[in-house]
């Protein structure tokens, strides 16, 4: 068995769903296979804009809202003729036609939770994939709509819910018992208990295909992309970036989590609970091939593996001589950030200048400093905290690689090729998994940053 997972861009119209059917059916061939696929290209933005622009009572969200109706007829008006297509086309209608009725609810009543956000999310997952089925099954290829949403449980967390793993590999289990055909699974959306709506986080869908893969003890994962594996760095910014054929679990999960969007970070852990390895692959080049993340891989020889970057942060730096030696405050700050729910990336502590830093989304980094300077205002009153400031605009930079482990004059080599490039670092953070070196900068020096490092360590 092999889940394989096809991304945004895989299924952005419908030539490229078309491509994608053709990838499965030679798949097919070799054994049996269970798709996961994410909404079109765009379309899950589309639905956040359209939500956001309702809630504030903006008519705005009616172009968007035919923005995603004109994706999704193209694509069927591509795929099927008139004849074929007739019912496929009353599904997506009919469907169209309550995400708008959602959308004009949200409107009047000026407002959309998180979990209403969910729900109209999960429209683009369950569209894209009912237009796979049914052009599979045009094809002569049997194919059966799977619905995420009955099948993956999680808690309530809407947004970025967490998943219980007993519960939904035991209905990924029932419901393969009696499938017919090919799944075609909705990626990044599941479900509480009591059947509402939830998603596991943006770019989610690459973690569904892990939560199937391992509640169906399958033999492999392979994530579908628009690029030829994991690369050294980002392609977009990093031109010489390269492919790196073969990863470790741990070297994947830094990665993603510090920035390569390629997969998402917890995509890793149900494969690292049943040992399967990830593969990724191009849907635009299907006979490149790709990067395995696995426990066992090859070691290359360079020192660093990649090179992350994640954009948008904030810094916000607790200051004050009170703060020294005093049992506790590091706890009690990490305490009310977490108690406002905000996630705190990376910390560094400096005692000499008496002063904690922890860099976050900068979306939150606000919240964060008016959090504290309420919950400390004793603390500062008393001047054991001097001041609580903010900077924004930084991005963190992460180089990452197993051979990092144990070997010396690695951060010597990263300030020294940012400090030629006259980048300024304003924190800097090691785990003591040495796996990861993490610098805060500025976000206008991200290329100069992540391309000098790339030469420095990798060409
Ligand atoms: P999908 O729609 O298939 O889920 P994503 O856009 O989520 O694809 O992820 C693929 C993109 O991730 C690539 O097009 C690439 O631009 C970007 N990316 C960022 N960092 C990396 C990296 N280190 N390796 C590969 N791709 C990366
Ligand atoms: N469609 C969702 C998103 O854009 C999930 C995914 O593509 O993986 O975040
Ligand atoms: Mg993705």
Known sequence: MKIMKFGGSSVANGERIKNVAGIIQDEMKKGHVGVVLSAMKGVTNLLISASEKAEKGNKGFLKDLEEIESKHEEA??????????????????????????????????KEC??????????????????????????????SQFIDSSKVVRTDNTHGNASVNFEVSYSNIQEI????KGIAVITGFIASTEDGITTTLGRNGSDYTAAIYGAGLNSEIIEIWTDVDGVLSSDPRVVKSAFVVPEISYEEAMELSYFGA?????????PAVDKNIPIVIKNTLNPSAPGTVIAKDVKRHNNVITGIACIDDVAIVNIEGGGMMGIPGMASRILDEIAKASINIIMISQASSEHS????????????AKEVLESKLKDEIRHKMIHQISLRTDHIIIAVIGENMRGTPGISGKLFSSLGENEINIYAIAQ????????????????????????KAFLE
Do not use: W
């Not at 008139?82 to 009047?108: F, P, T, Y």
């Not at 969007?261 to 852990?269: A, F, N, R, W």
């Open 76 to 109: 069927v008006g591509y795929l099927f003729s008139a004849d074929s297509g007739k019912s496929i086309k009353e599904k997506i209608k009919n469907q169209l036609h309550e995400l708008r009725d959602v959308l004009h609810g949200v409107e009047l009543i």
């Open 176 to 179: 393969f018992k009696s499938m």
């Open 113 to 142: 939770s998180k979990r209403s956000m969910d729900f109209i999310m999960s429209f683009g997952e369950k569209l894209s994939c009912q237009i796979m089925a049914a052009y599979l099954n045009s094809q002569k290829i049997e």
């Open 356 to 367: 904690i830093c922890l860099v976050m989304k900068q979306s939150e980094a606000l919240k």
């Open 261 to 269: 969007e390629v997969i998402h970070p917890y995509t890793m852990i």
């Open 431 to 454: 785990g003591s998994s040495e796996r990861n070196i993490s610098v805060v900068a500025l976000k206008k020096d991200k290329e100069k940053a992540l391309t000098s490092l790339h």
